[in-house]
């Protein structure tokens, strides 16, 4: 039986909460590698003491399979199985897993009474607003819903949101590599430009069959630049928009030396070819997006994403092919290439870490002009950092502003700003709740905590303020009201001090009739280094 890691059990616990809490319809999400499957695998285990009958929904077979052979692994407990020709009424397991496509057909789903289910769990659950999901998910209403999905884009969640009531837990990349649960990734802009302005766009994405056609003429430059870029000596996975796009390029590569195979959902070979990869008898291996799901080789080290999209998730889903951690794997190279296109923004390496436009836009240029392999978080560290010193710049004027006008309160910006919360800046609420105006309560606490209420627009905000101030006090560090007062006197990032050297340097400055003294320059002082000094005064 697999025990649960720290996350993945705060992960459970925040499920469970919400359901208690009668957010029947949360959300979970889990960066691909990060081991989703265990968890919700851990909570049917309690679902099924408790009596209930569970439901694990998903839209492929490998998806079903690896999830009833994780749970077995995991728990010990057997499935039913929903699909095709095989039915799981009369089975004695509580545990079923479904195919969408087969449960969504009416006949099939009438079979079923409509509390069968206790609770249900989606597989890939950015799925769940297609049609086929929904109609399964209204025939079982009653039932409580985990969504567990591994995409972090904003614009996805809110989407999720019109259906899902809350996000239970979520568990970032960044934290994740952090954490040494997944390889560190390390980004290479490979200076080739593709022209897709041309390309257009299908339900929101770029129609593949034009991708297939504007990729063509480049795919020899593509080849060689892979070579120069070393993925000879790599385990290394292409995504192509067509399987007769894959097939060509592995015969490029072929051409090239490299020991390279194509594979598709008709390939009777399939298996083999998967299996050589994984031993290493092949180094690369293209396919046209049949690897995003249900796939898993640790040792892949090198991806090269040949099908742009605007879709985080689908981008997410591809690079995380490359993210588990393997022996003698110290990181993951990214090849990106400078696709042009004049109408639509793209996912780049930059959208697997940043929360934020601005920072994702300055480190996507930042990657551009490297020339070389970057790792991501000592890039977006100094994309974050180019983007605050830009908004301090443009804001300046603003906060001198504030400052004049002898405010008791602190303006939410100038403490995001000051405490470089990427988090609170790139904010976008994404459920019903976090749209809504902040509660009296939540008014009344940030303005007891020195918050200014009126700029904050929304509940979502609100709330993660009070989160963040909450955790600042457990970590102590400077309050709001420190970071006022120190900053009105021209002192910097106050927000990331400790609250004891900043009440120490308050305690100074009150002595020295509210005047910094001579010999601190505010522009330049920290208190990290002066911390033994602050304490003797």
């Given at each position: 039986m697999m025990a649960l890691r720290p996350y993945q059990l705060e992960a459970k616990t925040a499920i469970v909460g919400e359901w208690e809490k009668?957010?029947?319809?949360?959300l979970l999400v889990l960066p691909t590698g990060t081991g989703k499957t265990i968890v919700f695998s851990k909570l049917i285990e309690d679902c099924v003491r408790d009596g209930e009958r569970v439901l694990v929904l998903a839209h492929r077979g490998e998806l079903l399979e690896q999830a009833a052979d994780k749970l077995h692994q995991s728990t010990g407990l057997q499935c039913a199985v929903e699909k095709a020709e095989e039915s799981s009424l009369g089975s004695w397991?509580?545990?079923?897993?479904?195919?969408?496509?087969?449960?969504?057909?009416?006949?099939?789903?009438?079979r079923f009474p409509m509390d069968y289910f206790n609770s249900i769990i989606v597989d890939e659950a950015h799925h769940v607003l297609s049609d086929s999901y929904q109609r399964v998910l209204s025939h079982f209403e009653g039932a409580k819903v985990l969504g567990v999905t591994a995409t972090p884009d904003r614009g996805d969640m809110r989407n999720l949101g019109t259906y899902f009531q809350s996000l239970a837990y979520e568990y970032t990349l960044p934290k994740a590599i952090k954490e040494g649960f997944l390889c560190p990734i390390k980004a290479q802009t490979i200076p080739l430009k593709l022209d897709l302005g041309a390309v257009p766009l299908a339900q929101g994405d770029f129609q593949v069959a034009a991708l297939g056609n504007a990729l063509d003429p480049y795919l020899d430059r593509i080849a060689d630049e892979m070579l120069a870029a070393g993925?000879?000596?790599?385990?290394?996975?292409?995504?192509l928009p067509l399987i007769s796009t894959a097939k060509k390029f592995a015969e490029k590569l072929r051409d090239r030396c490299f020991a390279c195979a194509e594979v598709n959902g008709e390939s009777k070979d399939r298996s083999e070819v998967l299996r050589r990869f994984a031993s290493g008898?092949?180094?690369?291996?293209?396919?046209?997006?049949?690897?995003?799901?249900?796939?898993?080789?640790p040792a892949v080290d090198c991806i090269v994403v040949l099908r742009p999209t605007k879709i985080r998730s689908l981008y997410c889903q591809m690079v995380g092919r490359g993210t588990r951690l393997a022996p003698e794997k110290d990181h993951l190279l990214l090849l990106d290439f400078l696709w042009h296109t004049e109408r639509h923004e793209l996912c780049r390496p930059a959208h697997l870490i940043c929360e934020s436009e601005e920072v994702a836009q300055r480190m996507t240029e930042d990657l551009e002009a490297a020339g070389c392999p970057v790792g991501l978080e000592?890039?977006?560290?100094?994309?974050?950092?180019?983007?605050?010193?830009?908004?301090?710049?443009?804001?300046?004027?603003?906060?001198?502003?504030?400052?004049?006008?002898?405010?008791?309160?602190?303006?939410?910006?100038q403490f995001e700003m000051s405490i470089q919360a990427e988090d609170l800046a790139g904010y976008?609420?994404?459920?019903?709740?976090?749209?809504?105006?902040?509660?009296?309560?939540?008014?009344?606490?940030?303005?007891?905590?020195?918050?200014?209420?009126?700029?904050?627009?929304?509940?979502?905000?609100?709330?993660?303020?009070?989160?963040?101030?909450?955790?600042?006090k457990k970590e102590g560090l400077t309050t709001p009201k420190q970071i006022r007062f120190l900053e009105s006197k021209g002192f910097q990032h106050v927000g990331t001090w400790p609250f004891d050297a900043a009440k120490s340097l308050i305690d100074r400055i009150a002595g020295n009739g509210w005047f910094v003294p001579r010999d601190i320059n505010p522009a330049t002082h920290f208190p990290s280094a002066n911390i033994p000094e602050v304490i003797g005064w």
């Open positions: 009668g957010n029947k319809r949360t397991f509580r545990v079923v897993v479904g195919s969408v496509q087969s449960l969504m057909r009416q006949k099939r789903l009438t993925c000879m000596d790599r385990r290394t996975v292409v995504f008898d092949l180094n690369v291996i293209c396919n046209a997006m049949l690897l995003t799901e249900g796939w898993d080789c000592e890039a977006q560290e100094k994309a974050a950092s180019e983007v605050v010193a830009q908004r301090e710049e443009a804001l300046a004027k603003q906060l001198r502003e504030m400052r004049s006008r002898k405010r008791k309160l602190v303006d939410p910006l976008v609420p994404a459920f019903g709740w976090e749209m809504g105006p902040p509660s009296d309560s939540q008014r009344a606490t940030l303005e007891k905590l020195g918050i200014l209420p009126d700029e904050i627009e929304n509940a979502g905000k609100a709330s993660k303020l009070l989160d963040k101030l909450a955790l600042r």
